[in-house]
């Protein structure tokens, strides 16, 4: 068994304490072992810890604030959908996953506003008890001939489908394995089962595979990739995945957040990408995907085999307690699932405009950090450095999103632009003439900030 260390009072060369070692008599011994030192003064037993502590510890973000680099929770007054406007001020959107330009299309708009007319804004249960809609039943259908796969389930959010598919499949004596670059909600829905959650180097299947090879045959695996990384735009390599997964016996999940509507010849996802998806021995078992980026409104679904997904629509507490996607937003999905279908024009055109930009990106300077889809994000270095980079694109009039730790990894701050079908030419032209003298600026190539 592993034993977990003590988190009170730890040496503050790996960080601050959660306890006072002055305060009492279980802070002082691990203050004593950690640091070989007497606590300034000791209280006995008596053991308080203040739960706000760590609130009033917390200044970053008003650091942020008083330097005027703080870039989160921007409210929009006006959207309309390439465009946006802040504080009175008209900027470009490279910083939003809408793929497709759909969350304006009028006919998206439309089917919310019947389903709302029909249904009312909320089902006011959960999918469990009062809370399923014909509605809901029609998607799933759609969703699983849509993926070629057995059956669906929709949640309320992507981030709940993670939280509630983990949680209800991986059990005792399972192991789980993730890609450390993997979305936060699959490391939270593998700790929420009760499970073994093993952490391999991103895009690392060698250590993966050494993994795989000491885990007792006994255990029931699963490996949980993204199929595209939310940060950096890349695409797992999930040919190799799925063999390894063949090799030792392991069950592959497959999360396509930022796939689905983007990759294959149909907008199906990595899997269609890569021919996984209509053999029958592809090797991918479940397929998650959602509906806040491609599919212009909110929720997500799995998609597997029958009995898989009767199993956790049964099982999965992140569905049976919660309340179920409304009226408005199951109507959205649809819709935009439709248009996806009639209208391959779209992901032409996206990959036409992220294909561009990171190709002029590089010609500048920059490094993409091997993007391969519309998400292309351009590697800074430092946290200061990463945020005055921003400050800079937000004053001359571009919406794009700085990603620092714990977000990506320490020292290797981004900027993360992102794009649509809808952008138009000049759009991109006065992204691109931004980034372009942002470049001449630099006194250093940004590919020389951070290698490793």
Not at 109 to 131: D, H, K, P
Not at 133 to 158: K, N, P, Q, W, Y
Not at 198 to 208: A, G, M, N, T, W
Request: glycine residues 10%; aromatic residues 6%; charged residues 25%.
């Amino acid at each position: 068994m592993i034993k977990r260390k003590p988190t009170v009072g730890r040496d503050p060369a790996k960080g601050p304490p959660l306890a006072n070692p002055d305060r009492c008599e279980v802070c002082a011994r691990w203050h004593r072992k950690t640091t070989g030192r007497q606590p300034e003064r000791d209280l006995g037993n008596q053991h308080q810890v203040d739960l706000f502590e760590k609130c009033e510890r917390f200044t970053r973000a008003k650091e942020l604030m008083a330097k005027g680099v703080y870039p989160y929770f921007r409210a929009i007054s006006k959207h309309d959908c390439t465009r946006a406007t802040i504080q009175g001020r008209e900027v470009i959107m490279v910083g939003s996953n809408n793929y497709l330009g759909l969350t304006h299309d009028p006919r998206v708009i439309e089917a919310s506003i019947e389903a709302t007319q029909r249904y009312g804004t909320s089902c006011t249960g959960s999918r469990f008890l009062n809370g399923t809609l014909e509605l809901h039943e029609v998607l799933e259908d759609r969703l699983a001939r849509f993926m070629g796969m057995e059956s669906t389930a929709i949640f309320s959010t992507g981030f709940m489908v993670n939280l509630g598919v983990l949680a209800s499949l991986v059990g005792k004596g399972d192991v789980v394995f993730c890609d450390r670059e993997n979305h936060a909600s699959i490391l939270d829905g593998a700790r929420l089962g009760f499970g073994v959650t093993r952490k391999y180097r991103h895009d690392d299947l060698s250590e993966l595979e050494r993994m795989l090879a000491e885990t007792p045959e006994s255990s029931g695996k699963l490996i949980v990739v993204d199929g595209v990384f939310s940060m950096n735009g890349s695409i797992s390599d999930l040919p190799g995945v799925v063999r390894l997964a063949k090799k030792y016996n392991a069950k592959v999940m497959v999360d396509d957040a930022h796939g689905i509507g983007v990759l294959g010849a149909k907008g199906r996802g990595t899997a269609e990408h890569f021919g996984l998806l209509d053999d029958p021995n592809g090797g991918v078992d479940l397929v998650m995907g959602t509906f806040s980026k491609s599919l212009a409104s909110i929720g997500g679904f799995i998609a597997g085999r029958a009995d898989v997904v009767h199993y956790i629509k049964h099982t999965a507490r992140a569905l049976i307690f919660s309340a179920s996607p409304t009226p408005a937003n199951t109507a959205a999905a649809l819709a935009a699932l439709g248009i996806l279908e009639q209208e391959p024009w779209r992901m032409q055109r996206l990959h036409e405009i992220s294909s561009r930009v990171r190709r002029e990106f590089a010609t500048m300077g920059y490094d993409t950090m091997g993007s391969e889809t519309p998400i292309v994000p351009v590697l800074i270095g430092s946290d200061e450095d990463t945020f005055a980079f921003w400050k800079m694109l937000d004053l001359h009039g571009v919406f794009a999103n700085p990603v620092v730790a714990p977000g990506t990894p320490a020292g290797k701050g981004l900027i993360r632009t992102s794009y649509m079908a809808t952008h138009k030419d000049e759009e991109i032209n006065q992204v691109l003439d931004v980034f372009g003298k942002l470049a001449q600026q630099r006194k250093a190539p940004l590919t020389s900030v951070v290698r490793g």
